[in-house]
């Protein structure tokens, strides 16, 4: 394995980056240039089994890609035909290589031995094709048996381990064909957009990359599932240019990995604040259930709300997400502050239930929700051990409240190995498969 470099600067050491991806990936370095994180080389549109076949005998010129003409989209397109990202990669310096999965979306050219991405089908343009269109096939993997093709993603994520070891992370996607719009309509995504990425290859995304994850572990940021496109963000909304959050939330998890290189290696948690904003977008609740079926809506950001979000009925979630919206919003002083002692946690939780205002509208929901964290009020201010006690007399009776009590000391005792293990347990009889892996990389019982 190559030595890890960063580069000297005037403010520090610089390190770098390489991504193999798009701009799923790329966007989430844009959003903050005070860093001493940079890019230093970016393969756009460089289908990764593509990138693992043999190079193409074809000629280009930049001039034929029409409205794609320009030095950077020209190299792209060599880039695929001649199979140059794989050999850049192994002679990089960069210390961290970045991967997200959003080029299967779209197919690639088959031409004799070999496939290449057509750089969102500019190749099409192109002398080379037209003089002989019957020598390219499209052909999309996802549209293919796994065995077929799998080979070659593996051949690639070995190689790359070879080169950058465990300092890999995958950006996982999930596309929505839904975008809202600027007078606050969530309508369909244009039919000419959907071309680059469309929900109907979710189930196969998913699926190659829960075999990277349980193959080969890297660092995974897994929050797309959270966003869709908003046209008064991005005009463009293609399925892969999210809402503002997801750049946010996005970059904060990657210079969590770059910066710490933690034990963890799943992340796929928000703010309480970027959840607040998500409940309390500018639109109808009508136009928010659709968003609701289209995206992932149980968010994963504050131990003390997070599950009792998740426990009430759809509807109701719905009908009160502004009040939601305000408590997510005030928790955010409590659970974006990781390093506080469990006295100062404690005394802001208190603080918030004993604050906690109903809505002007009160009703079942609110009155069952403000019950419930009344309840985990109760368990938070029992002494630890007595608690721990109470905990394990619940699960052997089998009395339900040990889940509540449970989720309680994960709170007061998020670093406990014991709790961790407890906590484990319970998401694999629940089926919380990416909390399973998240609390098995933190117990250190997954490969790095």
Aim: proline share 4%; with cysteine.
């Amino acid at each position: 394995m190559s030595s890890k470099k960063s580069i000297a600067t005037n403010g520090g050491f610089m390190t770098l980056v390489d991504i193999h991806g798009s701009c799923l990936s790329r966007n989430i370095f844009n959003f903050n240039k005070n860093t001493n994180i940079t890019v230093n080389q970016y393969f756009s549109r460089n289908n990764i089994v593509s990138s693992m076949m043999p190079p193409a005998d074809i000629s280009t010129s930049r001039e034929e890609l029409l409205f794609f003409d320009s030095e950077y989209s020209h190299r792209c397109l060599r880039y695929a035909i001649e199979k140059k990202a794989v050999p850049l990669l192994k002679a990089s310096i960069a210390e961290f290589l970045v991967v997200d999965f959003f080029d299967f979306c779209q197919p690639v050219a088959a031409y004799k031995n070999t496939t290449f991405s057509t750089y969102d089908y500019s190749f099409f343009n192109t002398a080379a094709y037209k003089n002989e269109p019957e020598k390219f096939k499209e052909v999309n993997f996802f549209e293919l048996p796994n065995w077929l093709w799998y080979g070659y993603v593996d051949l690639y994520w070995q190689l790359m381990i070879e080169k950058f070891g465990d300092r890999i992370v995958l950006v996982r996607l999930n596309c929505c064909n839904k975008y809202i719009s600027k007078d606050g309509i969530v309508k369909p995504t244009p039919s000419n957009l959907l071309k680059y990425g469309t929900p109907k290859y979710n189930k196969q995304l998913h699926e190659l990359e829960e075999y990277i994850i349980d193959k080969y572990n890297p660092y995974v940021i897994d929050v797309s599932k959270y966003f869709i496109a908003d046209e008064n963000y991005n005009p463009d909304v293609s399925p892969v240019h999210f809402e503002e959050n997801y750049g946010l939330s996005s970059w904060q998890l990657m210079q969590t990995i770059i910066l710490n290189k933690p034990k963890q290696k799943y992340y796929d948690t928000l703010t309480p604040r970027v959840v607040a904003d998500l409940l309390n977008r500018p639109i109808d609740d009508q136009n928010y259930k659709i968003i609701w079926s289209e995206s992932e809506h149980f968010f994963v950001a504050c131990d003390l709300l997070d599950d009792i979000s998740s426990q009430s009925e759809h509807l109701g979630i719905i009908k009160n997400r502004k009040w939601l919206a305000s408590l997510y919003s005030k928790a955010d002083n409590i659970f974006s502050k990781p390093y506080l002692e469990i006295t100062e946690k404690l005394s802001l939780i208190n603080q918030f239930i004993d604050d906690l205002k109903h809505p002007e509208t009160e009703n079942d929901f609110t009155r069952e929700y403000v019950q419930k964290l009344k309840e985990k009020q109760y368990y938070l201010n029992q002494p630890v051990e007595q608690l721990l006690e109470n905990f394990l007399n619940a699960l052997d009776t089998g009395d339900l409240k040990w889940v509540q009590m449970l989720n309680c000391i994960g709170i007061l005792l998020p670093a406990n190995e014991d709790v961790i293990y407890y906590q484990l347990e319970y998401n694999k009889a629940i089926g919380e498969k990416n909390m399973v892996t998240k609390l098995k990389q933190r117990l250190g019982l997954m490969e790095s």
